[in-house]
């Protein structure tokens, strides 16, 4: 997952593609996941974050059962992670927010995921 962010205090989804493919559960199905979050600017402030959690998807509800997310270190406090279950997009939502500067992101995901019809 990636994106780009410029704005202070706004929260940005990231995207598989970058742009808005957005990380979809199907219908039965429960997942477990472990995200770890890289930001950087291009004066070198960097941030490290780890969230992990478990979510489900029953008929047309999708349901955040529980997660956590800490920074593992940073330049900046005001950089910031979350996670939450996104209903209207049947979607875990990874958000980064930063403090103005132009910042990178990227995330890798790693899932289990098992279904019951």
Do not use: H, K
């Not at 998807?57 to 920074?71: I, K, N, W, Y």
């Amino acid at each position: 997952m990636r994106r780009s962010t410029t704005s202070t205090g706004v929260w940005y989804d990231l995207y598989l593609d970058g742009y808005n493919d957005r990380l979809t559960l199907a219908d039965g199905r429960t997942l477990t996941f472990d995200i770890l979050v890289a930001g950087r600017t291009s004066a070198g402030e960097s941030g490290g974050y780890r969230c992990y959690g478990v979510i489900e998807r029953v008929v047309d509800t999708t349901t955040l059962l529980g997660s956590s997310c800490q920074a593992l270190g940073e330049d900046d406090i005001a950089w910031d992670v979350r996670v939450f279950a996104d209903n209207s997009s049947m979607a875990l939502s990874v958000q980064v927010m930063g403090n103005g500067e132009t910042i990178r992101w990227v995330a890798t995901v790693r899932t289990t995921e098992v279904s019951y019809p």
